[in-house]
């Protein structure tokens, strides 16, 4: 064979493996990893599709993952200027006589805010929870209730506290899917705390505690959140990664020991990294189309969406989404800033992927009676 026609072989293969490529499907995603736990989930944060569950909506004792809101509603105090991060709390003597896991406060001794909810979340303190739950609302009674009607506006439905620090209480309980919702509401409401999930020590009054997140000494990509364990508990972990523009949220509760809820976890955000990804589609206040408008001070008005859409698919199936937009038939003016006109219908396989719904960007007002006659003919011929 000679040398012009192995050349035009190889030609001839190249080209052949660019078609298979070109025309080749997605490969097929497959099954979650088996996870030997009471219930897991794992939330894309930005989207807040989850990718994966089991039990996700089963209510289990979360131990110290309870931690997670005792700080959710201290960071909202702070936020609204009522504490700062220097104030000084004085240690009470049941703060610390708390049983379990401590900082090891000293009664009548004076800490700051921002060393409690160090101890709090590295060296998971139940001392320094009572502490700043005392702090916060004179009682952590007082503070619980905070915690409550805190996990309903978040629409943490199926999840009720009864103490700050996440002993075991038969009315103490949260589910995989509500500890994923506040995971991510502390990253998306307070960004300047969450740095500290990332902190691998922590050091008080001599004595240097780890953080129990192994993820943070396995991933470079894990920056948080919390672990918790008690014998009705077994092992649980919350923890959050960020790839790229990607960020996940992975859920575990009642894995058998503290390696296997960091296994666990670990599979399951590798599982959402590796086969899945998200895309901004549209931005807030981005326009889409115009639209004919009748009886206006115009003739058409801008249409958008009020946020951006995020979306959460497999994989290698972006070019397979169809979006279209669903408008109302006719618009008339009056029309208001953000009025809602339709949709905006994400398909992906020939169903519905996504919907989101399609406003004005603009006010129109009526238009003159000029306006107003000239367009009440031309709808005859429209």
Request: hydrophobic share 40%; proline share 3%.
């Amino acid at each position: 064979m000679n040398k012009l026609i192995k050349n035009l072989i190889c030609i001839l293969l190249v080209s052949l493996v660019s078609v298979v490529s070109v025309n080749a499907r997605p490969v097929p995603i497959p099954k979650a990893p088996m996870i030997n736990a009471k219930s897991y989930v794992l939330l894309d944060h930005d989207t807040g599709t989850v990718i994966a569950e089991k039990n996700a909506d089963e209510k289990n004792d979360p131990a110290s993952i309870t931690k997670l809101m005792t700080a959710y509603v201290v960071y909202k105090i702070l936020s609204e200027g009522l504490m700062q991060l220097t104030d000084e709390v004085l240690i009470s003597e049941k703060a610390w006589r708390a049983i379990g896991s401590r900082m090891f406060v000293e009664v009548g001794k004076r800490v700051k805010v921002d060393d409690l909810l160090k101890g709090l979340i590295v060296q998971s303190g139940n001392d320094a929870s009572i502490a700043l739950a005392e702090h916060v609302a004179g009682s952590e009674d007082a503070f619980v209730g905070m915690m409550n009607i805190e996990a309903a506006r978040l629409g943490m439905v199926d999840s009720h506290f009864t103490n700050v620090t996440g002993l075991t209480h038969e009315q103490h309980f949260m589910t995989a899917r509500d500890i994923a919702t506040l995971s991510s509401a502390i990253i998306r409401d307070f960004p300047s705390q969450y740095t500290r999930y990332s902190q691998k020590d922590f050091t008080y009054n001599g004595i240097i505690q780890h953080n129990r997140n192994k993820l943070l000494w396995r991933d470079p990509t894990v920056d948080g959140l919390k672990t918790g364990h008690t014998d009705a508990a077994k092992y649980c972990l919350a923890s959050s990664a960020k790839r790229g523009d990607m960020r996940l949220v992975s859920v575990v509760l009642g894995a058998p020991s503290a390696d296997a809820r960091a296994t666990h976890s670990q599979a399951l955000l590798n599982y959402g990294f590796r086969f899945f990804e998200s895309h901004k589609l549209y931005s807030a206040g981005q326009e889409l189309l115009k639209k004919r408008a009748w009886y206006g001070a115009k003739e058409e008005v801008s249409l958008g969406i009020k946020e951006d859409i995020i979306i959460t698919i497999p994989r290698g199936r972006y070019n397979d989404l169809k979006p279209f937009m669903q408008v109302a038939s006719q618009l008339e003016a009056p029309i208001k800033l953000h009025q809602s006109v339709g949709n905006v219908v994400i398909n992906l396989d020939d169903a519905k992927f996504a919907e989101v719904e399609l406003v004005a960007l603009e006010a129109l007002e009526e238009g003159n009676i000029m306006q107003k006659i000239s367009d009440y003919v031309m709808s005859y011929f429209d």
